[in-house]
């Protein structure tokens, strides 16, 4: 059984969804990188301080209910708005910002068992984990799927402005310098236009269970 799961690719791939399912059906605690970049962004947009000085001693937690926690402050809701979305793919660009949350994410995988998801996780992260997924869709349909979830939730959403906030978050995510998105040699490409979350949870979860 593969014990370290690294699962890459861009916004609305459906990553955080699936990895869910696959932690929750193995027993594995899942991580969610990005939610992390989230609190960064958030903690800066709340701050006058340098984000250089602001990372130094910043506290970021995620328990076992995808709850997350900043400096000891629950934001789990304040984290997923368009502001913080473009500003957490802004404050990954800098290398200490990287720095900080890599160290921080290594030592969370420390324990085996787990699936982490993020831009970075197979080609930097966790280089040596055991399966590497790399979840992707087309523009138009993870732009389709955020548009559902938010309309779900009864907001008001505009499809073409959900299209082009991710498709600059896209491009700034695999253009920046350091660590940009991009597959690992190694890793396996799931392309999730045409499959159900299910389906991608299936075929990951028979990757994990073969040699
Ligand atoms: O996965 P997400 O949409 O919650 O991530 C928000 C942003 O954080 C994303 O646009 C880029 C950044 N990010 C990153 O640079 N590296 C990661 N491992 C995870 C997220």
């Known amino acids: 059984m593969k014990k370290i799961i ?18 929750a059906k193995l027993g594995y605690t899942y991580i969610d990188t990005g939610a992390m970049y989230r609190a960064v962004a958030l903690k800066s ?25 900043l400096d ?34 290594r030592k969370m995988a420390e324990r085996g068992s787990v699936i982490m998801d993020g831009r970075d996780i197979g080609t930097q992260v966790l280089p040596n984990a055991d399966l590497k997924i790399f979840l992707t869709a087309s523009l138009n349909e993870r732009a389709r799927r955020r548009f559902e979830e938010l309309q779900m939730k009864g907001q008001e959403v505009d499809f073409d402005a959900i299209k082009k906030e991710i498709a600059l978050r896209d491009k700034q995510d695999t253009e920046r310098e350091i660590a940009p998105l991009k597959k690992a040699e190694d890793a396996i490409l ?9 389906e991608v949870a299936g075929k990951i979860l028979t990757l994990c269970s073969t040699d």
């Open 190 to 198: 799931i392309d999730s236009t045409n499959l159900t979350i299910d």
């Open 6 to 23: 690294a699962v890459d690719g861009p916004a609305g791939a459906g990553k955080s969804t699936v990895s869910k399912i696959v932690a």
């Open 72 to 105: 000891g402050v629950e934001v789990t809701k304040e984290i997923r708005t368009p502001e913080i979305s473009k500003l957490a793919s802004d404050v990954s660009k800098f290398g200490f910002v990287r720095k900080k949350l890599t160290e921080l994410q």
């Open 45 to 69: 947009s709340r701050s006058c301080e340098d984000l250089i000085m602001l990372i130094d001693d910043i506290e970021i937690e995620l328990d076992d209910r995808a709850r997350v926690f």
